[in-house]
């Protein structure tokens, strides 16, 4: 059997037959749970290919079948972020865990603004980012206040 080593930012090109004897000698060496038929591996690679988080991309169907391809970049980045949470979660519990988020979908935001989104009290998000702060996982940025303000 062939081993195939991934870097970060490759991706590969399988087709459903290449998928479904990957899957069956997966099985054989009794690494993967039995799927019933090949029908079944066609419908799991689909709902992947449509899946938002674009790690399997479906390609149009050539002489062989359908062809996927699987984004290992995307794959690698979600999952650091999910280890990245679960760090975040156990050092600074819950609430910490939505700073953090909010922080990533928004952007630079004021001490009071965070705790105004994550709608906990000035004083415990303050006291949170600080925290994460000194601990590595939030940086400051000075913006100046313009003259309009």
Not at 13 to 20: G, I, Y
Not at 44 to 57: F, I, K, P, R
Request: proline share 4%.
């Amino acid at each position: 059997m062939c081993g195939l080593r991934l870097q970060g930012d490759e991706t590969i090109s399988m087709s459903l037959a290449d998928v479904s004897a990957a899957l069956q000698a997966g099985q054989e060496a009794g690494r993967l749970p039995p799927l019933s038929e090949r029908a079944e591996v066609d419908k799991l690679l689909n709902a992947l290919s449509y899946d938002s988080l674009g790690c399997v991309n479906s390609k149009q169907p050539g002489p062989t079948g359908a062809s996927f391809t699987v984004g290992m970049a995307a794959i690698m980045h979600r999952a650091r972020l999910l280890q990245l949470h679960a760090v975040l979660k156990d050092k600074f519990g819950i609430e910490g865990l939505r700073i953090f988020q909010t922080l990533i979908m928004r952007g630079h935001l004021e001490q009071k603004h965070v705790a105004d989104n994550v709608m906990l009290p000035h004083k415990e998000a303050r006291e949170l980012m600080y925290q994460m702060f000194r601990a590595g996982f939030l940086l400051l940025q000075d913006i100046p206040r313009t003259a309009d303000r």
